[in-house]
């Protein structure tokens, strides 16, 4: 029996290719949603897709209320977590945020230059960093948690409770379910090799 997805995901190529029509009256479950001003047609709910645009709404609307505090959604990410362990490394940061460490290294810098996060010798390895905030980031936290929360329940506002959590659960699942791949970088293109590597 084929897998439905699989159908879907095939058909949607075949309309795209103009192979196969895909009107609400030859494709009753094609139709658009219900919403009379629905901004995502049918053919256009692809999982991945979908994925995407959720966090490109969620960056934005999280910038725009974070924006009176100066920070934006993965600088707020980083005051949280820095403030519920404090003392935690620098890589380990990383990791907890799903960054590499280079893009974590570049928005603690900004933090700390903004005097919001301070860096510490880690008394076991020398080569390491622990990470706290400093007064001014904790009243910054602080300040920032209302505005970030409400951006949230702005964003989720046409859902349930319960379809909140469904809805979290479902992408949990996902993402559990694909670990490999969560991971900072994963998917993106290799640098292209120099010239010269590729002659010799």
Known sequence: MQNPYNKFIYDMFSYDMGLLPMTSEDRPELRESNCPEALVPMRARVPGHLAR??????????????????????????LVSIGRSPGMRQRALAEARG???????QIIDA????GLVR???DPNDRRAWLL??????????ERAAPL??????????????????????LM??????????????????????????RIG
């Not at 645009?53 to 993965?74: I, K, N, Q, T, Y």
């Not at 706290?132 to 936290?141: A, I, P, Q, V």
């Open 119 to 121: 860096r510490c010798p």
């Open 172 to 197: 949990a699942r996902v993402i559990e379910a694909n670990a490999d791949h969560d991971r900072p970088g994963a998917g993106r293109r290799k640098p292209a090799r120099k010239a010269e590597e």
């Open 111 to 114: 933090l700390q230059n903004r």
């Open 53 to 78: 645009r959720f966090h490109r709404v969620h960056v934005s609307m999280l910038g725009e209320a974070l924006r009176p505090v100066g920070l934006d959604a993965a600088a707020y990410g980083m």
């Open 99 to 105: 960054l590499d460490p280079a893009s974590a290294g």
């Open 132 to 141: 706290e905030l400093t007064d001014e980031g904790r009243k910054t936290r």
């Open 148 to 169: 970030a929360l409400g951006a949230q329940a702005r964003m989720l506002r046409v859902l349930s409770e319960q379809e909140v959590s469904q809805l979290a659960d």
